[in-house]
Structure formats: structure tokens, C-alpha cells
């Protein structure tokens, strides 16, 4: 037996665990990490996504209703909690969220509603609210 070389598979000081189960942690870790890139958006990309949408709706409406229009209707959102998120099918999840906004003429708001949203290259978009 070479010095140094002890067996692998009997814990020494300084191993955190026998040579022998590197190969099943590293799978474990791997599977972890599959599991947390499949998790569907998180509460920051639901919020970008709401974001989005009235930025393209600010612009429609200086579109057709000139310049200013849309600082005037402008929503503010001030806080989007995600209370869930389930896959949807064709790489869309629902989400059941509760945002905290304030809009033109109705005042400051918190609702909760369900989002189904898509990743594209772009990052996550809304594409429908219930």
C-alpha cells in the first residue's frame, strides 16, 4: 500500500464523506439544480413582467391619445408577492400573485389574482390575467 493511500470509502479527518459517495452527492446536486431552474418565475420576474405591460400600455395610449397622456394613468406598482406558481403547459406557468398598486382614479389597491406567464428571449411575459 502507497503512503497516504488509505481506503476511500472509510471516513479520515479532514473528508466530509468517503470518496465513494462523491458520485451520488454530485447527482443529488445536479438533480437540485435541474429542480430550481424549473421553478417558473420568481416574485422579481412577475413584477418585470407586470412592469412591462404598463409601459406597453403607457405607449399605446400616447399613441392614440398624445403625448403626456400616459404619465397622466399611470400605474404604480409598489410591491408583487407570488404565492405560487404551477406549470401550465408549453413552458408557461400559473401563478397566483398578490400586487400592491395604485392606479388613476381608483386609488392605492392590493389584489390578488391568477397570471399566466411565458419565458421568452426576452425574459418573462404576462400573457393573461384572471
Not at 122 to 128: E, I, N
Amino acid at each position: 500500500m502507497m503512503r497516504g493511500s488509505r481506503h476511500l470509502d472509510s471516513p479520515t479527518p479532514g473528508r466530509a464523506f468517503p470518496a465513494r459517495r462523491a458520485p451520488a452527492a454530485a447527482v443529488v446536486l445536479a438533480f437540485g439544480w435541474m429542480l430550481g431552474c424549473s421553478s417558473g418565475p420568481s416574485e422579481s420576474d412577475i413584477r418585470a413582467a407586470f412592469e412591462a405591460q404598463i409601459d406597453e400600455a403607457a405607449r399605446a395610449a400616447e399613441g392614440f391619445a398624445g403625448k403626456g397622456t400616459a404619465d397622466r394613468f399611470k400605474v404604480e406598482i409598489h410591491s408583487v408577492e407570488k404565492l405560487g406558481c404551477n406549470a401550465s403547459g408549453d413552458g408557461a406557468y400559473l401563478c397566483d400573485v398578490k400586487v400592491d398598486a395604485t392606479a388613476p382614479l381608483m386609488g392605492r389597491t392590493s389584489q390578488a389574482s391568477t397570471v399566466r406567464l411565458r419565458k421568452t428571449g426576452d425574459g418573462w411575459v404576462l400573457v393573461s390575467q384572471q
